[in-house]
């Protein structure tokens, strides 16, 4: 690469920097301390019953949060829906977003509804960011302040979604380009793999690592083979398209470190889980938060507040939608 590419790519890294810093700076954790005071306590309730109706609320909301920020910045847009079917969450890559994600906005922005001091008051963006809070402390996970004071975009469009979200079978490098155009760290990239410790992946994400690795009816060696026998049980080759499995064969419903144990036991579902440990630049923080549960912790909070910081929408750029389905 010639010094000037090298300098060109250099400015526009400080430039995309820049933006970000730009973009979070009207974020407060006590944005809503006079307009809503209760506001966390509120979208928590409605959360603890969501969750108390269904486990599969705690994957699916943190899932759908990340799929939001990393598409068009943190602001609710995939939650829209279009009469011409045209909107984010018809992409192919989201349609695997489980329902309860999005009932778990929608009912917790009711309950803020419902207040007559709050309404009108909140963003959806912001419920889905405490919401998510409150989901990982639910299943055991570390609780944290949350950032608040998001607009909610008027934009959703399937063909946004492209080249956006990661896919199951990236390598390292692709996954570090993409996290690194959001200003997230290779530690910020493997702390909030470490979602993966709760949750589930249908069957068509990884069956070509049982079944078709380079050769017909081989496996991917770097998959532990007993493990990829149970995933052959679990997904014969004419299985419903509709089945999971586990992300997390050990804790599937805990939110803890044994991702990362499971990654060094060969055990990673996905082609993007195994390859940070075979990667030997991201094996070293795999080790570190597998042995050390506190430091994973620490470092998914910190990985969590930076998502939380993509793409905020400021001033004339967004809205708090009254209803988190539609714009104003």
Not at 89 to 115: H, M, Q, R, W, Y
Not at 154 to 174: E, G, M, Y
Not at 247 to 275: A, E
């Amino acid at each position: 690469m010639s010094s000037s590419s090298s300098f060109i790519l250099f400015l526009v890294s400080l430039l995309s920097l820049q933006l970000i810093a730009a973009s979070f700076g009207q974020l407060q954790v006590d944005y809503y301390n006079h307009s809503c005071p209760n506001v966390e306590s509120i979208i928590r309730a409605a959360v603890e019953r969501k969750f108390q109706q269904t486990i599969v609320t705690a994957p699916a909301t943190l899932r759908l949060f990340f799929h939001d920020c990393f598409v068009r910045g943190c602001d609710a847009s995939v939650i829209l829906a279009k009469r011409n079917g045209a909107a984010e969450k018809v992409n192919p890559i989201d349609l695997s977003l489980a329902g309860d994600g999005f009932d778990t906005v929608l009912k917790a922005k009711a309950a803020v509804e419902e207040v007559p001091g709050c309404r009108n008051k909140v963003s959806c963006a912001d419920i889905l960011a405490l919401a998510t809070r409150d989901v990982i402390t639910l299943t055991g996970g570390p609780s944290y302040t949350v950032e608040l004071g998001r607009l909610d975009g008027r934009i959703s469009t399937k063909a946004s979604v492209r080249r956006r979200i990661p896919h199951a079978n990236f390598k390292l490098p692709k996954l570090e380009a993409m996290f690194a155009s959001h200003g997230l760290s290779l530690t910020d990239l493997v702390a909030l793999s470490g979602a993966h410790t709760i949750g589930f992946s249908h069957c068509s994400q990884f069956s070509r690592r049982i079944y078709r690795f380079r050769s017909r009816n081989s496996i991917d060696p770097t998959l532990d083979l007993g493990y990829a026998q149970q995933l052959r049980n679990w997904c014969p080759t004419n299985v419903d398209p509709r089945i999971v499995v586990s992300l997390d064969p050990t804790t599937p419903w805990i939110f803890d470190n044994q991702y990362f144990k499971n990654l060094r036991q060969g055990k990673g579902l996905l082609t993007s889980d195994q390859t940070l440990f075979t990667d030997r630049r991201s094996r070293k923080l795999v080790n570190l938060f597998a042995s050390n549960s506190t430091a994973f912790e620490q470092a998914f909070v910190t990985a969590m507040t930076k998502l939380g910081r993509i793409g905020v929408k400021t001033g004339n750029q967004g809205e708090i939608r009254q209803d988190c389905t539609r714009v104003n």
